[in-house]
């Protein structure tokens, strides 16, 4: 049986095989020889030879220093379940890191998830602080056909390997890529000959952008539950869902989340009108001109604002602070407790509008920035051409 881990539901899929056989089918690849890249392809039993056969395997593999790398496609009969998986194995129990160097000769550290020893000399993943009872030891990591690409696109592997049992027995250990490409477009040509094969063989992008039904079965299997809110919210039944890309769903949500956001705002923008609607219009109320009102002649003239600076109590910062507010277009009066400004709120922000009231009565300026109009007690500005 294989069987589909997700980390992250409908977001990032991984797999992860239970075929923990230990030898690849590929005879060169014998004890104690240096192997270049071999591909191999075997069917897999349910128990052994003799028993039914339940799926096909797919390797690459090499070994350097009596030390084995392989990567491995394992699938199902039907061609709905499996994945990829990566393994390490050596004579004895050992840890070990990856690294790709690329063609100018810079290295970086290859980033293997879920890393784990396995076998009867580990236990819960890592090795048994016991004798070695087995002639070949594995780590099994999880692999991708994403970082498939990112090792056809190198130069070398380099293992960086540390004995368990002797921790100062520690070498690097460089795997050629030459004939890499040739080996894994053999790789490819074998599984794509095979009906529902190509869909092991796609990049991230790639399985973004296939409709789910495309996919391997527990792809959707995993993403079911996910689905069924996702057809919830967009009132979308399960079955069409299924006939599209994960790239089309999130666009669906994206355009959904966007029309409901609007409706809201509309809706809010419906509900501010009345405290808009109390604004008074303020050209319509300007007293000018009045010869008894000496502001008045303050109109045309550009508004300024001067506050002093905050200091730190003994006056060692100094200075005012100067704000121009714009031209003056009226002069109007208002009553204490008469609105003054109406702040318009923040739809987007879920800010809602307020009202402001003067404390006092006494004139105000009409101060036109542009479009925005601001109303400012004459006793706070100065004005000047």
């Known amino acids: 049986m294989i069987f589909m881990v997700n980390d992250m539901k409908f977001e990032h899929i991984k797999f992860v095989a239970l075929f923990l056989a230990f030898f690849l089918y590929a005879p060169s690849l014998s004890a104690g020889e240096d192997v270049d890249w071999v591909f191999g392809e075997e069917p897999i039993f349910e128990a052994g030879p003799e028993s039914p056969e339940i799926g096909t395997r797919w390797a690459l593999g090499a070994r350097k220093d009596d030390i084995q790398i392989t990567f491995r496609l394992e699938v199902a009969t039907d061609m709905e379940q499996g994945g990829w998986l990566g393994d390490i194995r050596a004579p004895e129990k050992f840890y070990a890191k990856v690294y790709l160097i690329d063609n100018e000769g810079m290295k970086r550290y290859f980033k293997l998830e879920n890393g784990k020893a396995v076998g009867p000399d580990s236990e819960y ?121 994960k790239n089309n769903i999130q666009k669906l949500r994206k355009e959904n989340a966007e029309a409901l956001k609007e409706a809201k705002q509309a809706m809010t923008k419906k509900a501010h009108q009345a405290i808009y609607d109390q604004e008074p219009e303020w050209f319509d109320i300007n007293v000018c001109p009045k010869p008894d009102v000496g502001y008045c002649k303050n109109i045309g003239k550009k508004a300024y604002l001067e506050s002093s600076m905050i200091g730190d109590g003994n006056e060692k910062f100094s200075g005012a602070l100067t704000i121009k507010y714009g031209k003056i277009y009226g002069v109007i009066w208002r009553s204490k407790g008469s609105i003054i400004e109406v702040y318009p709120g923040d739809i987007k922000w879920d800010r809602d509008p307020r009202i402001f009231r003067a404390p006092k009565a006494e004139y105000y300026y009409i101060i036109k920035d542009h479009d925005h109009i601001k109303i400012k007690p004459t006793a706070d500005v100065y004005a000047k051409n």
């Open 125 to 245: 993943g890592i090795w048994k602080k016991t004798p070695s009872t087995e002639s070949e030891q594995m780590l099994l990591f999880d692999f991708s056909w994403e970082q498939m690409q990112m090792v056809k696109n190198a130069k070398s592997i380099e293992l960086g390997y540390t004995s368990f049992d002797n921790p100062d027995d520690s070498k690097d250990i460089t795997i050629p890529l030459e004939s890499f490409n040739g080996r894994l477009s053999e790789l490819e040509s074998s599984v794509k000959s095979v009906e529902g094969g190509a869909k092991y063989i796609m990049t991230r992008q790639e399985l973004d952008t296939t409709p789910l039904n495309d996919l391997p079965k527990e792809m959707r299997e995993d993403a079911l539950e996910d689905l069924k809110q996702i057809s919830i919210e967009l009132s979308v039944p399960l079955i069409d869902l299924l006939k599209l890309s």
